[in-house]
């Protein structure tokens, strides 16, 4: 059964930054590759970031791109998000999601097979 546990939330200020971690069990992950998306009260799941297991072939978000750097630790099944120059509208529950290779694309939550229980990054104005 795979699991995928987020770490690193919290509250910070304005220009502040935080690093989340998505670690990964419960099966062998050399193929597809990593989501993370947020979503905040009354708004859907959006896409934010993601990488692939293999080449580490990184995708984002316009919102986030140039501020966040996502990031796979293939040793040790451990995927980064470095969130830097945030902002109040960063604010939201964030997930890691595991996604299947040749499954769909990276961009819509659909494809993903496995979810964390999402960690909260509230930003202070």
């Known amino acids: 059964q795979v699991q995928l546990v987020e770490s690193g939330g919290g509250l910070v200020q304005a220009g502040g930054s935080l690093r989340l971690s998505c670690a990964a069990s419960?099966?062998?992950?050399?193929?597809?590759?990593m989501g993370w998306f947020r979503q905040a009260p009354g708004k859907e799941r959006e896409f934010v970031a993601a990488?692939?297991?293999?080449?580490?072939?990184?995708y984002y978000a316009s919102s986030v791109k140039g501020r966040f750097t996502v990031s796979a630790d293939n040793a040790n099944d451990t995927v980064y998000l470095q969130m830097n120059s945030l902002k109040p509208e960063d604010s939201a529950v964030y997930y890691c999601g595991f996604k299947d290779a040749n499954s769909g694309t990276y961009f819509s939550p659909r494809p993903y097979s496995y979810w964390g229980q999402g960690t909260q990054v509230t930003v202070s104005s």
């Open positions: 419960g099966r062998t992950f050399s193929r597809g590759g």
């Open positions: 990488v692939t297991w293999s080449a580490g072939i990184t």
